[in-house]
């Protein structure tokens, strides 16, 4: 706690609706001293998502952590940094998306989106179709908030005779039910884009040869779907996950 309270000074305070830079990376080195007499020093970092990845990020860690203990460059690690090898041109299928697969069915059409993304199914609607769609998906004016407590987990976990699932996959698994319960759908929006996060890395063979990629290797990619039907796949889903997060402990 007093480590964290430590590095949430050196950030620097902003106030104000003023447009402001944020850093892209920085190091903090946070000498410590306790009450027995001995001491430490701590390093934090802060990575902005746009530099790298979570995958990059704690290959780079490991490497800064086997230099600190050895002194010397691991051998087996040779960063590449050509950010053009995630390059992905827009209204391409970058992963085989337009091919049917389980979720999505056939005839859909996979896109890379980019700063300048292709129209969006919203923009051939009326205007009141337009806004009733936008409104149904707005959060409910009424949201419950509860708190899990531990004896809650573990009640859980006996219920469900799974004495060796962690406290996070149970979690998880009923955070999954809850939005398979809860996702509204939207409103005269026949087709829609659900949008999705892909690691480029296995299907980009220049980066499925180096699993050293030292940079950001995401897109996002938006697949134009029938609304109704992949909601209802987008629930079960949910509620898939949600189960096989409990029973992969059975």
Same mark, same amino acid.
């Given at each position: 706690?007093?480590?964290?309270?430590?590095?949430?000074?050196?950030?620097?305070?902003?106030?104000?609706?003023?447009?402001?830079?944020?850093?892209?990376?920085?190091?903090?080195?946070?000498?410590?001293?306790?009450?027995?007499?001995?001491?430490?020093?701590?390093?934090?970092?802060?990575?902005?998502?746009?530099?790298?990845?979570?995958?990059?990020?704690?290959?780079?860690?490991?490497?800064?952590?086997?230099?600190?203990?050895?002194?010397?460059?691991?051998?087996?690690?040779?960063?590449?940094?050509?950010?053009?090898?995630?390059?992905?041109?827009?209204?391409?299928?970058?992963?085989?998306?337009?091919? #049917?697969?389980?979720?999505?069915? /056939?005839? +859909?059409?996979?896109? @890379?989106?980019? !700063? %300048?993304?292709?129209? $969006?199914? &919203?923009?051939?609607? #009326?205007?009141?179709?337009?806004? /009733?769609? +936008?409104?149904?998906? @707005?959060?409910? !004016? %009424?949201?419950?908030? $509860?708190? &899990?407590?531990?004896?809650?987990?573990?009640?859980?976990?006996?219920?469900?005779?799974?004495?060796?699932?962690?406290?996070?996959?149970?979690?998880?698994?009923?955070?999954?039910?809850?939005?398979?319960?809860?996702?509204?759908?939207?409103?005269?929006?026949?087709?829609?884009?659900?949008?999705?996060?892909?690691?480029?890395?296995?299907?980009?063979?220049?980066?499925?040869?180096?699993?050293?990629?030292?940079?950001?290797?995401?897109?996002?990619?938006?697949?134009?779907?029938?609304?109704?039907?992949?909601?209802?796949?987008?629930?079960?889903?949910?509620?898939?996950?949600?189960?096989?997060?409990?029973?992969?402990?059975?």
């Amino acid at each position: 706690e007093g480590v964290q309270g430590v590095a949430r000074s050196l950030w620097p305070a902003v106030a104000g609706d003023r447009p402001l830079a944020s850093p892209l990376v920085q190091v903090s080195v946070c000498p410590l001293v306790y009450t027995d007499g001995t001491s430490a020093t701590a390093i934090s970092f802060q990575v902005h998502h746009s530099i790298m990845d979570g995958k990059a990020f704690f290959s780079w860690i490991r490497e800064f952590a086997h230099i600190v203990r050895t002194g010397e460059r691991s051998d087996d690690w040779r960063p590449v940094v050509d950010r053009s090898l995630v390059g992905l041109p827009v209204h391409t299928d970058p992963a085989g998306l337009s091919e #049917p697969p389980p979720l999505f069915g /056939a005839g +859909v059409v996979a896109v @890379a989106l980019s !700063a %300048t993304p292709p129209p $969006s199914p &919203l923009d051939d609607l #009326p205007d009141e179709q337009k806004a /009733a769609a +936008v409104a149904s998906l @707005a959060p409910p !004016a %009424t949201m419950v908030t $509860s708190t &899990l407590s531990r004896r809650d987990v573990e009640s859980w976990r006996d219920h469900l005779a799974l004495p060796d699932a962690s406290n996070n996959t149970i979690v998880c698994a009923v955070l999954w039910h809850a939005m398979w319960a809860s996702v509204p759908e939207p409103v005269g929006l026949p087709t829609s884009r659900f949008a999705m996060a892909v690691d480029v890395r296995r299907y980009t063979s220049a980066l499925a040869s180096s699993s050293d990629f030292l940079g950001n290797a995401s897109i996002v990619v938006g697949v134009d779907a029938d609304t109704s039907e992949t909601m209802s796949r987008v629930r079960e889903l949910a509620r898939r996950i949600g189960d096989v997060g409990l029973s992969a402990t059975r």
